[in-house]
């Protein structure tokens, strides 16, 4: 069973920064991809960034050229550096490992972007 532990959030005002952590406790092999996701309050979970086989981050459009993931493979852990927040980040932030075994969620960890 693979676990992950996310850690970094809190509350922050509109145009401050945050840095998610994700440490899993399986090795992040060449295969695997990992990513974050966010669910807010009414709505679905949604894809914030994800690295695949290739190591190079994808991003949503909304948080594009806001938000940087990064890997620590010696580590291995995820971050996720939120500048320039906004209120519409708000959500329960999600890591995610994805292995040929299996599909793994942290427990989350709460973002509120309000002043």
């Known amino acids: 069973q693979v676990q992950l532990v996310e850690s970094g959030g809190g509350l922050v005002q509109p145009g401050g920064s945050l840095r998610l952590s994700c440490e899993t406790s399986?090795?992040?092999?060449?295969?695997?991809?990992m990513a974050w996701y966010r669910q807010a309050p009414g709505k679905q979970r949604e894809l914030v960034a994800i690295i695949t086989s290739n190591r190079s981050a994808t991003y949503a459009s909304s948080v594009k050229g806001r938000f940087t993931m990064s890997t620590d493979f010696a580590r291995n852990t995820v971050y996720l550096q939120m500048n320039s927040l906004k209120p519409e980040d708000t959500a329960v932030y999600y890591c995610?490992?994805?292995?040929?075994?299996?599909?793994?969620w942290g427990q989350g960890t709460q973002v509120t972007v309000s002043s």
């Open positions: 399986r090795t992040i092999f060449s295969s695997d991809a």
């Open positions: 995610n490992h994805k292995t040929w075994g299996g599909n793994y």
